[in-house]
Each structure stands twice: as structure tokens, then as C-alpha cells.
T-cell receptor, first 114, second 114 residues
Framework: GAGVSQSPSNKVTEKGKDVELRCDPI?????LYWYRQSLGQGLEFLIY????????KSGLPSDRFSAERTGGSVSTLTIQRTQQEDSAVYLC????????????FGEGSRLTVL | AQSVAQPEDQVNVAEGNPLTVKCTYS??????LFWYVQYPNRGLQFLLK??????LVKGSYGFEAEFNKSQTSFHLKKPSALVSDSALYFC????????????FGKGTRLHILP
């Protein structure tokens, strides 16, 4: 597709379950970011992938959170043993490094933990 | 390390009046600066960027931003506000020393009063 695609758009889960959120970046984009946004608040940085470099995981809030990016394209954010405070919109963004760095955002995955 | 600050959580402006949303940054080297907007229940959209050249940058929806190197600022402006400009605005900077990572400010909520 032409834009960044995220799935699912909505996910409701029970506390303690694991969830996976998927991001399909724009083809050819080497940089990929995950952010979390609660109730229309600011962007909380989670993780940053840039080409073949080691990912910047400095924003992951706990070891229950992990992310991978396979083949330099699709990324999956996994949250294990979900907690109610994990409820938020998870945003993915991508960019092509060799330009001026404008980010293209997906519509987000809204996670609700009951 | 580069960072970006948005000193105002919220800005209220009457419709038709000029608006300013403030952003300051700290960088090593020349800054790459961006503004993004998030309308209610929508994803983030790129507004404008400063890379080099003219200090006044024009972007989407009639917005512009002025790069001021001596004050390390990149304030977003619009001559005449519309109610439809009400949204959450984010300033961002590209950290050339951290693998080109884009760092966001915490956001400023703009309310345009009819």
C-alpha cells in the first residue's frame, strides 16, 4: 500500500494475555518507530529501528515489551502479560533515512486491556 | 544529545487572531526541525520542516514556522486562526548523532475559540 499500515486497528484483551501489534512500513523506508499515546496525550517513544543498526530500545517501559523487525520491513510489537496501564494507542511510523527524515505515521492500534 | 521543548501544554486563541505555538531545541550541529499535527481521532500528519535555507518555512494548511538560530527556536505560526486548526501539535528534531533518530516534544494542544 501507499502508506504505513497497522493491524489490528482495535484490540480488546484481558489482563494477563499477550498481544501482538503489526506494522507494515512504506516500502523502502529504512527507519521504523513505535510510539505509545494515551488518551490523546504526548508521544511516548518505545523503540527505533534504523536499517541494519542495533535497535534503540531505550523507550520500552518494561521487559514485557519487545519488538522485532524482520527483513528490514514488517515490525511486530509484542506485549506480554498485558496490564491495564498498557491500554493506549500504539503508533508506528517510518521514514527513508537518506532524505530529510519526514516521518509517515500509521493510524495506530488502539489497545484496551480489561 | 539533541532535544526539543514545547513550553506550553495548551494554547487558546480566538478565531481570526494570529496564533503561535512555541518550540525550542538544543542541538549539536545544524538542526533538522519538524512540526506535526494530530487532529481529533486522526493520525499524525507532517506540517512542515526546516533543513536549511530561508528561516521562514511555509507548510500545509497556511501554517509557517520561523527558525531562529540565536534563540534556538522554531515557533509555529499562522496569521489567522480557524476553528478547524484546533488540534495537538508536535515539534520534532532529528538527532544526527543518534542514528538520525527523530525526537518529539511533548505536544501543545491548540484550542481555537469561535
Amino acid at each position: 500500500g501507499a502508506g504505513v499500515s497497522q493491524s489490528p486497528s482495535n484490540k480488546v484483551t484481558e489482563k494477563g494475555k499477550d498481544v501482538e501489534l503489526r506494522c507494515d512500513p512504506i516500502s523502502g523506508h529504512t527507519a521504523l518507530y513505535w510510539y505509545r499515546q494515551s488518551l490523546g496525550q504526548g508521544l511516548e517513544f518505545l523503540i527505533y529501528f534504523q536499517g541494519n543498526s542495533a535497535p534503540d530500545k531505550s523507550g520500552l517501559p518494561s521487559d514485557r515489551f519487545s519488538a522485532e523487525r524482520t527483513g528490514g520491513s514488517v515490525s511486530t510489537l509484542t506485549i506480554q502479560r498485558t496490564q491495564q496501564e498498557d491500554s493506549a494507542v500504539y503508533l508506528c511510523a517510518s521514514s527513508f533515512r537518506r532524505d530529510t527524515g519526514e516521518l509517515f505515521f500509521g493510524e495506530g492500534s488502539r489497545l484496551t486491556v480489561l | 544529545a539533541q532535544s526539543v521543548a514545547q513550553p506550553e501544554d495548551q494554547v487558546n486563541v480566538a478565531e481570526g487572531n494570529p496564533l503561535t505555538v512555541k518550540c525550542t531545541y538544543s542541538v549539536s550541529g545544524n538542526p533538522y526541525l519538524f512540526w506535526y499535527v494530530q487532529y481529533p481521532n486522526r493520525g499524525l500528519q507532517f506540517l512542515l520542516k526546516y533543513i536549511t535555507g530561508d528561516n521562514l518555512v511555509k507548510g500545509s494548511y497556511g501554517f509557517e514556522a520561523e527558525f531562529n538560530k540565536s534563540q534556538t527556536s522554531f515557533h509555529l505560526k499562522k496569521p489567522s486562526a480557524l476553528v478547524s486548526d484546533s488540534a495537538l501539535y508536535f515539534c520534532a528534531v532529528r538527532d544526527l548523532n543518534r542514528d538520525d533518530k527523530i525526537i518529539f516534544g511533548k505536544g501543545t494542544r491548540l484550542h481555537i475559540l469561535p
